[in-house]
C-alpha cells in the first residue's frame, strides 16, 4: 500500500458501500511542517510521499489539519539534512514560520501521482465492505492503524469495533475498489 499518511478530510458524507459516516477525502498529505528553518521563514518539512520529485514542478502547497486548508505559492524548496526546505509566499519571519509547526502539507486529490496497478492510497480503503472468502460479510473499514510491521485494518458493523485484519497477503485476498469490496482469508488467531 502506498501510504501518503496524513490524510486530510474536509466535511462528512456516507459512504456508498458501506451505509455508515465516512470523511471525503479531498487532500493527501505528502509532508508534515517539523520546525522554522533559518530567519527569513523557511520551513522545515519532513517528507509524507512516496514521490519526493512532485516538489520540481509544484506551484501551490495547502497547510492545514484535518478540517482545512490553506493555499500558499511555494516560491522554492531544497533538500537539507533528509528533509526539504520550503519558502512560501507570505511566510517571511521565523516567527511566521514557527505559527505553522505541525502543519500538514497537502495536495488535492486531483494531483494525486498515478500509483501502479495494485496499489491503493489508504484513503481508498475506508468504507470498504469486507467479506470473508466464505462469503460472510465482516463488517466495513473505518480507520486503517499504521505499525512499524504492517498496516491493521479496523473493521466496524453497526458502529461497533468488529476486527483488526493485519494488512498482510495470507489475510487479505483481493480488493475491489470499483465494487467496493475487500475479500479476507481469516486465518486462525483473528476471530
Known amino acids: 500500500m502506498t501510504r501518503p499518511s496524513g490524510l486530510s478530510k474536509e466535511h462528512v458524507k456516507n459512504h456508498p458501500n458501506s451505509g455508515c459516516t465516512q470523511p471525503e477525502f ?3 498529505a505528502i509532508g508534515k511542517i517539523i520546525r522554522a528553518h533559518g530567519l527569513r521563514g523557511e520551513l522545515s518539512v519532513m517528507l509524507l510521499t512516496d514521490f519526493p520529485e512532485r516538489f520540481e514542478n509544484m506551484e501551490w502547497v495547502y497547510l492545514g489539519n484535518e478540517l482545512e486548508a490553506e493555499a ?3 516560491e522554492s524548496h531544497r533538500w537539507h ?3 526539504i526546505l520550503l519558502t512560501l509566499s507570505g511566510v517571511t519571519d521565523r516567527n511566521q514560520a514557527e505559527q505553522l509547526r505541525g502543519q500538514l502539507v497537502q495536495v488535492p ?5 498515478p500509483l501502479p496497478e495494485g496499489k491503493f492510497y489508504l484513503y481508498e480503503l475506508i468504507g470498504l465492505q469486507v467479506m470473508s472468502t466464505e462469503g460472510e460479510r465482516l ?3 473505518a480507520n486503517i492503524l499504521e505499525t512499524g510491521a504492517n498496516d491493521v485494518y479496523v473493521v466496524e458493523d453497526d458502529g461497533q469495533e468488529k476486527l483488526l ?8 485476498q483481493s480488493i ?10 481469516l486465518i486462525d488467531g483473528l476471530i
Not at 176 to 185: F, S
Open 109 to 113: 486529490l486531483e494531483e494525486a501521482m
Open 26 to 28: 479531498r487532500y493527501l
Open 72 to 74: 500558499y505559492r511555494l
Open 176 to 185: 475491489d475498489i470499483a465494487n467496493g469490496q475487500m475479500v479476507v482469508n
Open 165 to 172: 485484519l493485519p494488512a498482510i497477503p495470507d489475510v487479505v
Open 139 to 141: 463488517g466495513a473499514i
Open 81 to 83: 539534512k533528509g528533509r
